[in-house]
């Protein structure tokens, strides 16, 4: 085996930071371009991120060569990867778009066509990346395709970055080498998708074009290495999944495959593969360790600790450890990690670093700016900034022997008892209501029974009009909660504004005809934060923006301690919009798997255990609502399907403890009150026997992008509740003709039966605007309507 050796040892590193700013500069800078700015002031953003990004790194301590990351993506490391590819899918090609230097003013000009669409062109699909709340930009491969490699322009953005480093004030007379990283090639075929002819034979055939891919990729790194590289990193998290449609015995060949072409080169750079987001198996640590890949890194915050059998394959390999996770918020433990490190020590013939264990793009920048917080539970975070420490601390602990990690020991064992004995962390009554929970929480009565109890209660007619929540949120509501966060607005007057917008809402409502009203949704800001900021237990952040897609960032809750109810949460709301109709109005709460989805959870007891404790608080909120008079109650899992383990093994446990918390969340309610739950995705396949267990009364749920595929797949499954199919994408403004309505309704009464479907849209109305969601709720009674009449004629009301 020939190897280009490295030039010097992999340092201490972290896999990637963030990419948004830590005042959502780069966010802010991609937005003004979108509404028509200039593309120069976006080019200088993103050159003065980075340039902000190397000096902070390295002061944070990162100065060896090629321990900065630099990553180049200014919205998606995929899409990034797409263009470095020089991938440019047929339908932008014949709209004028060609392969270009992703950094240049063209670049940037694709980069925005491609994840936003133009007025001729939709624009690629975004799809959640792992199990996290990320979005990547999915790359299409098409047979008339070929791939562009753009070297130059890759060797381009690593010189632009070394002259960011020499210049940078910390760093003269010896600036570190940056490390580029880059989605592997067998990680962007999995994660790609076949289009056009390509996919109708087969979708896993896109795998067919891992050789051409990988000649792709020889070309990147031959660039890299005339500009200078040492080190490349090449991510594979496609390893720490088996759950992929490309078979993993084909994966795992196409691993060996791939790095041992990459590894043959003699003019490139050290690779550096890491696998991030869970275990990489035995499997590919053997794959790895047969090429002449340089490093490979473990990710050992969702990751199992390899024997020193599976390490044997990479005994001379340098192994960087992910000890630092990633995807917390949390101080690491770092007593575990230095026995992680120990032991990894005595397991591997090799040298050993120290990383993160997924790239930092999915933390905040920096703890230290959240100094509204009760410092004490401030001291227990560890975002990006303070991860970075965690890894040069750690490799202290690697090269300065036994005692370098003492004090930081000692400082994080007292933090650690404090943590456990704090008054929000342990409540014995959370505690002990917990333990008394009996399996029969968790069932209600018998469907049949309920079905009964509610058709009398409720009187419906076939095929109910409803919607799933939320209604628009204008500028006017953003202001009314705005001012009422800065104080500049009183609660009594908040209260009564809010009050209009619901009046306003319900009114509407009744005019268009709909049967089941909401209340719309306008105290919230977001579905799981007005939950958080409600139940004791969560804190919320001042700066912890995360990136979740493109430009959008969210600030997750961060759930520290036991979650309870001090008080009703919604039920007033609900009960006012009620007062003012005859029509039923549904509440509507969001359940506790997607609270846990959305949210940092705490790491010091299992999820399922900390899901309970959300269901039960949830529990009371829905008994509360049904005491007031709400007949229907909606408790929304749109993140069900989320969390779902990477490994299939691991699926089931997972399906059972989610399924149980919701139902724990939902079986309080009596047999005549109306269970509505809503999900949100298109793949529900691996999850249509955890929906039918959660047996909710009325499930919505969406089916217009997939074609209405899940309609014929629910009745296959022998689905026996009501079902909602959404009958028309909310995600776009167009509004749906009266014609597309009946047809969906029609097969949707044909393939459930009359007496199951539900006629409302896929998701809640809040990002859309008043007049396209009037227009498409009236094409939705009208439709409806028209249904209903055919029904009608056909099945007389008395057989
Ligand atoms: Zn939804």
Not at 46 to 67: K, N, P, Q, W, Y
Not at 584 to 610: E, N, Y
Not at 704 to 721: I, K, M, N, P, Y
Request: charged letters at 25%.
């Amino acid at each position: 085996m020939t190897t280009a050796p490295p030039t010097h040892a992999l340092p201490p590193t972290v896999l990637g930071y963030p990419r948004i700013g830590p005042d959502r500069e780069i966010k802010k800078a991609l937005e003004a371009h979108w509404g028509g700015g200039d593309v120069a002031a976006l080019i200088e953003a993103i050159s003065s991120h980075r340039r902000r990004t190397l000096d902070h790194l390295v002061g944070l301590g990162l100065e060896e060569d090629s321990a900065v990351p630099a990553d180049g993506a200014v919205i998606d490391q995929v899409l990034d990867a797409s263009v470095l590819l020089g991938l440019v899918p047929r339908r932008f090609r014949d709209a004028g778009f060609a392969a270009v230097a992703p950094d240049a003013p063209e670049g940037l000009t694709l980069i925005s066509a491609l994840a936003r669409g133009t007025s001729e062109v939709e624009p690629l699909e975004l799809t959640k990346w792992f199990d996290t709340n990320y979005h990547y930009y999915v790359p299409e491969i098409e047979a008339d395709v070929a791939f562009a490699p753009q070297a130059t322009a890759l060797a381009d953005r690593f010189r632009a970055f070394r002259a960011l480093a020499e210049q940078s004030e910390r760093t003269v007379g010896a600036a570190p080498l940056p490390r580029p990283t880059l989605l592997g090639p067998v990680s962007f075929l999995v994660l790609a998708k076949s289009v056009g002819a390509a996919a109708e034979t087969s979708q896993a055939a896109r795998f067919d074009r891992l050789e051409e891919l990988v000649g792709a990729y020889a070309a990147l790194l031959g660039a890299l290495h005339e500009a200078g590289a040492a080190w490349i990193q090449l991510e594979e998290p496609v390893l720490s999944s088996d759950g992929w449609d490309i078979p993993r015995e084909q994966v795992i060949a196409g691993i060996s495959s791939a790095y041992e072409q990459l590894g043959r080169l003699t003019e490139r750079p050290a690779l550096f593969v890491p696998v991030s987001y869970g275990t990489a198996g035995d499997d590919a640590l053997a794959a790895l360790g047969g090429t002449a890949v340089e490093a490979v890194g473990i990710d050992l915050e969702r990751g199992a600790l390899p024997s020193a059998e599976a390490l044997r394959p990479l005994a001379g390999t340098t192994l960087a450890a992910g000890v630092v996770g990633g995807l917390n918020v949390w101080r690491t433990d770092v007593s575990r990690a230095a026995a992680l490190l120990d032991t990894l020590g005595e397991r591997h013939q090799g040298p050993l670093t120290v990383s993160s264990s997924t790239s930092l793009q999915h933390v905040p920048h920096d703890a230290a700016r959240e100094t509204q917080l009760d410092p004490q539970v401030a001291g227990w975070l560890a975002f990006a900034d303070q991860k970075v420490g965690e890894v040069l601390a750690l490799a202290g602990h690697l090269t300065g022997g036994a005692d370098a990690l003492e004090g930081l020991r000692a400082d994080d064992a007292a933090r650690r008892r404090l943590r456990e004995q704090h008054p929000q962390v342990h409540v014995e009554s959370v505690r002990s209501r917990l333990t008394a929970v009996e399996p029969q929480d968790r069932r209600r009565a018998e469907a049949e029974h309920r079905r009964a109890a509610q058709e009398t209660g409720l009187g419906l007619p076939p095929l109910p009009t409803t919607t799933i929540g939320s209604f628009p949120q204008t500028g006017e509501i953003r202001r009314i909660r705005a001012a009422h966060r800065r104080g500049s607005l009183d609660q009594q007057g908040y209260e009564e504004a809010i009050r209009e917008q619901i009046a306003d809402c319900v009114r509407r409502q009744e005019d268009l005809g709909l049967d089941v009203l909401v209340h719309g949704e306008a105290e919230r800001n977001d579905m799981v934060q007005y939950f958080a900021e409600n139940l004791e237990g969560f804190i919320t952040t001042a700066h912890g923006w995360v990136q979740s897609y493109g430009s959008r960032c969210l600030r997750p809750p961060i759930l520290f301690g036991d979650v309870h109810r001090p008080a009703p949460i919604t039920v007033d709301w609900i009960r006012y919009a009620a007062s003012l109709t005859k029509k039923p109005v549904k509440g509507m709460l969001t359940g506790p798997v997607t609270i846990l989805a959305w949210s940092f959870v705490r790491d010091d007891q299992p999820l399922a255990d900390t899901a309970d404790q959300i269901a039960l608080a949830l529990r009371d909120e829905v008994q509360d609502l049904q005491a007031a008079g709400v007949k229907i109650i909606q408790v929304d899992e749109p993140a069900l399907r989320e969390l779902l383990p990477l490994q299939v093994a691991e699926r089931p446990d997972y399906l059972r403890w989610s399924v149980e918390s919701f139902r724990l969340s939902t079986s309080g309610a009596n047999a005549a009150t109306q269970l509505h739950t809503h999900l949100c995705y298109s793949e529900f396949e691996t999850v249509i026997d955890a929906i039918d267990a959660l047996d909710a009364d009325v499930t919505t749920l969406e089916a217009s992008r997939s074609g209405f595929e899940v309609v014929s797949a629910l009745s296959e499954h022998g689905f026996s509740r009501g079902i909602g199919p959404g009958v028309w994408d909310i995600h776009s403004p167009r509004v749906p003709g009266v014609d597309e309505l009946i047809d969906r309704l029609r097969l949707a009464a044909e393939v459930l039966g009359t007496q199951r479907v539900w006629s409302n849209p896929d998701c809640g109305l809040k990002t859309r605007g008043w007049e396209e969601t009037e227009a498409s709720l009236r094409h939705l009674v009208n439709a409806t309507a028209v249904v209903r009449a055919e029904l009608a004629a056909k099945v007389p009301a008395s057989v």
